[in-house]
């Protein structure tokens, strides 16, 4: 297998985007992965474009963002994983342009969520998880991660107070990024007196929906070589499922068996291990998300996740260095955006560009991306 | 047709497993098991995973059950908002399988933690509406 490289990357603002359609997000992060990648938009033979289409008043989105990129007649569609699109789409790239039938190609994540009323998004929201057996009683996106959050209190002694400590790291180091929709620090007393969302998640447990993009320029090893002077590697991709109904997983739900499998692989390809990594982007979709991750991943023993957050083991200058951009829970989630835009940091900071947020000498960045309530979970290693 | 009145709020309306709903009639929990194999499902499956076969015989379920994890929900979906907060629950019933329901407001919220005994018992929803909870 040939080396593929990422050799530009783009990002928008993200939040509430009143100022912005779909198509304009997309044209926004894309346009600046190109001037970051320095070249220009016939070098693109085929985009694809990843969003949670069922947001998008647009139907096959892939059809109007390719468009309005100036990227026709090369080939152009969509992916979707839900919250796990773009790292998905990325995986889809990479096969493409192994095989031969690409060179270049642009990943694409765009999400426009805040044209949907609050009652639409919870609609939506409302059917996240299996239509049949579970929507039926109320369920939401936060009741599924709250029960994960229940069962690791009950097993760990997990608490409140430590899951808010997720919350204040991640709006700390999202205070330092222009591109976060949370741009002030948060105490965990603000935390911890937020109203219940779904018990034990409270309002700033969770992240929050917003629009935005980001976009990945990949090419093959030659021409990544040819077209950039730093080309970011794409080392190990891993991508396993779950069961989407709650009822059909097995074990006590104090974890995500879906991370851990596609960390394997991703080790696996990438020849590391989690000691191995320097800097990494979680899915913190929800406080205690970030702390089954730490332990999914192979960065804490089961039911010690919580340590390495006590001892400030995932800040600048810990062990090992999580969300350093402020994660979902700062920058805000446009859904089909979540896992490209956690690559664009990544990639930032292979390149030793990330500013204020930079891990010291990283080489080796490790990206999460969890889909829904936990069917997909996509795992992506890059290598400087 | 007609199986939307499963649950408090039904999404799908048509389905080959639709004897459920005559089961809950009778205040009864019933499972689906393949005729070739002998597995049993539940949620109920019209067909079986591991051989493929569609000939399934249903059987009635005790209800006995241990709970796994639950929340508490104050932020629903437009459709439950006014039923807020309502508790939901994840438990292993005696056969090993597991179900997803809501558990009874009757139940003390306090007493709730992994591996409490609860009962899942059919409810009745608004109108003709069935489904089951723990309680």
Redesign the interface.
């Known amino acids: 297998m040939g080396r593929i490289g990422i050799i530009g990357v783009g990002h928008t603002k993200f939040g509430k985007r009143n100022d912005a359609s779909l198509r304009e997000l997309a044209f926004e992060a894309y346009s600046s992965a190109l001037d970051d990648a320095d070249i220009v938009s016939s070098r693109i033979d085929g985009s694809v474009v990843c969003s949670a289409t069922h947001y998008d008043k647009q139907r096959s989105p892939a059809g109007v963002v390719a468009e309005y990129l100036g990227l026709n007649p090369q080939p152009t569609f969509n992916v979707e994983a839900a919250c796990a699109s773009s790292a998905v789409g990325l995986r889809t790239a990479w096969a493409l342009i192994t095989s031969g039938l690409h060179d270049v190609m642009a990943v694409v994540g765009v999400q426009k969520m805040t044209e949907l009323s609050s009652?639409e998004i919870?609609?939506l929201?409302?059917?996240a998880g299996?239509?049949?057996?579970?929507?039926?009683?109320?369920?939401?996106m936060?009741?599924y991660y709250?029960?994960?959050?229940?069962?690791h209190m009950?097993?760990y002694g997990t608490t409140e107070e430590q899951m808010a400590l997720v919350t204040v790291k991640n709006r700390k180091y999202g205070s330092k990024n222009p591109n976060a929709m949370f741009q002030k620090p948060i105490t965990a007393d603000e935390v911890l007196k937020s109203?219940?969302?779904?018990?034990?998640?409270k309002l700033f447990d969770c992240c929050a929906n917003a629009d935005g993009a980001a976009c990945l320029i990949i090419a093959n090893a030659e021409k990544a070589k040819k077209l950039t002077d730093r080309p970011v590697w794409i080392a190990g991709l891993g991508l396993a499922s779950s069961p989407m109904?709650?009822?059909?997983?097995k074990g006590?739900?104090t974890s995500f068996d879906v991370t851990k499998n596609a960390a394997k692989a991703a080790y696996q390809m990438a020849g590391v291990g989690p000691n191995d990594v320097d800097v990494a982007e979680v899915h913190d979709s929800f406080s205690i998300t970030e702390i089954l991750n730490y332990e999914d991943l192979g960065f804490a023993k089961p039911g010690s996740g919580t340590r390495l957050l006590e001892k400030g083991e995932t800040e600048l200058g810990g062990k090992i260095p999580v969300n350093t951009d402020g994660g979902l829970i700062a920058k805000g989630h446009p859904v089909g955006a979540t896992g490209a835009s956690q690559l664009f940091a990544l990639t930032k900071q292979l390149r030793n560009e990330a500013g204020s947020a930079q891990v010291d000498g990283a080489k080796i960045g490790l990206a999460q991306n969890i889909g829904g309530i936990g069917m997909y979970s996509a795992v992506t290693i890059l290598k400087a | 047709m007609g199986f939307e009145k499963f649950g408090r709020f039904g999404y799908v309306s048509q389905t080959k497993i639709n004897p459920l709903l005559s089961y809950l009639e009778k205040g009864q929990i019933a499972a689906t098991k393949c005729k070739k194999c002998g597995r049993t499902y539940f949620p109920p499956r019209a067909d079986c995973l591991d051989c493929r076969h569609s000939a399934i015989e249903w059987v009635v379920l005790d209800g006995k059950s241990n709970l796994i994890t639950f929340t508490n929900v104050f932020f629903a979906p437009p459709v439950f908002q006014p039923e807020t907060p309502y508790l939901l629950g994840l438990a292993e019933l005696t056969n090993g399988l597991r179900v997803f329901a809501p558990i009874s407001p009757a139940v003390d919220k306090e007493q709730l933690k992994p591996g409490l005994e609860l009962s899942l018992k059919v409810a009745k929803g608004s109108g003709d509406n069935l489904y089951y909870w723990l309680e």
């Not at chain 1, 109203?195 to 998640?201: D, G, I």
């Not at chain 1, 109904?245 to 997983?249: D, E, F, K, M, W």
Request: aromatic fraction near 8%; glycine fraction near 8%.
């Open positions: 009652e919870q609609e929201m409302g059917r299996d239509v049949m057996w579970e929507s039926p009683f109320g369920t939401t936060p009741a709250a029960m994960y959050a229940t069962a009950a097993k109203r219940p969302v779904s018990a034990p998640l109904s709650l009822a059909g997983r006590p739900l």
